[in-house]
């Protein structure tokens, strides 16, 4: 199973950027697919963005033109750049991968923007 760490959340002030890296323990050049996911106090998991392994990727409808999700293969990184942060982005913020139709969760980072 793959072993997936996230890091690079914290606090922001409204407005603010972030990034969030996902390191993973193995190649992601064979993942079919990593997204993020996020979760607040109270509320389900949702996802909030994704790639395929040809690049392609797709957006929540809440963080469209704010967040960008990208893949390092040679690092087997996949990173989250967001800005404009809002206080309603304050969650922990999970990578996850589906590899060979199996899928593996980080650990969580958690994000907070309040002033």
């Known amino acids: 199973q793959v072993q997936l760490v996230e890091s690079g959340g914290g606090l922001v002030q409204p407005g603010g950027s972030l990034r969030l890296s996902c390191a993973a323990s193995?190649?992601?050049?064979?993942?079919?697919?990593m997204a993020w996911y996020r979760q607040a106090p109270g509320r389900q998991r949702e996802w909030v963005a994704g790639?395929?392994?040809?690049?392609?990727?797709n957006y929540h409808d809440s963080v469209k033109g704010r967040f960008t999700i990208s893949r390092d293969n040679a690092k087997n990184t996949v990173s989250l750049q967001m800005i404009s942060l809002k206080p309603e982005d304050t969650a922990v913020y999970y990578c996850?991968?589906?590899?060979?139709?199996?899928?593996?969760w980080g650990q969580g980072t958690q994000v907070t923007v309040s002033s």
């Open positions: 790639i395929n392994n040809g690049g392609t990727t």
């Open positions: 996850k991968s589906i590899a060979r139709g199996v899928p593996s």
């Open positions: 193995g190649s992601i050049f064979s993942m079919d697919y």
